[in-house]
């Protein structure tokens, strides 16, 4: 390979009719807005990645906020710090706007627009790429199914026993509350 770019190389350079300059200096700008636009989209699929990846996160946390009895106000606060924090530590040109966060019953949803600042790119004019990241989760808990075993083998024979009886009926009123 090397001696084809070799032998290629030397029969350009002894070209002496302009046709091969003319092509080459017309050739450099598309290759490079096409090469630019190539690294740059590549950056923004990493930053996405970034940025969905840290929507999800401080959506858990605001069902977990959700689980503590928080506000609808506390909830969507927390959505907005966590997710801002966590961008905070973003290296690069990544921008976010502050999520709009939604609350209907035990739904919990947010959705930001941010925007990468282009390299390459901004010589065909393109200053920056604008991408949406959405993120969902629902909170709830449904029917849970709950079995005991107890141990009423000869060892529990005595205080042991009347003492299981009276965890179990502790254990029945935590977890059915009237």
């Known amino acids: 390979m090397l001696n084809w770019v070799n032998r290629v190389s030397s029969k350009l350079a002894k070209v002496q009719n302009g046709h091969v300059s ?9 290759i490079a807005v096409v090469a630019g636009f ?16 840290t929507l999800d996160s401080a ?6 906020a959700m689980q503590t009895n928080a506000s609808v106000d506390e909830v969507k606060l927390n959505v907005r710090k966590y997710f801002q924090a966590a961008l ?12 709009t966060v939604s609350i209907e019953g035990q739904n919990l949803s947010a ?28 909170y709830g808990i449904g029917k849970v199914d709950v079995s005991f075993v107890f141990d009423v083998s000869g060892s529990m024979i005595g205080s042991r026993m009347s003492a299981l ?12 509350p009237d």
């Open 22 to 30: 003319v092509i080459l200096a017309l050739s450099i700008f598309p």
């Open 38 to 53: 190539g690294i740059d989209f590549s950056m923004v699929a990493t930053k996405k990645n970034k940025a969905q990846y």
């Open 59 to 64: 959506i858990i946390s605001g069902s977990r």
């Open 88 to 99: 905070s530590t973003n290296e690069g040109l990544l921008e976010c706007d502050d999520p």
């Open 111 to 138: 959705t930001t627009i941010c925007s990468q600042a282009t390299t390459l790119s901004s010589i065909a004019g393109v200053d920056q790429l604008r991408f949406r990241v959405s993120s969902a989760s629902t």
């Open 165 to 176: 009886k009276d965890a179990a009926v502790v254990a029945v009123d935590e977890l059915l």
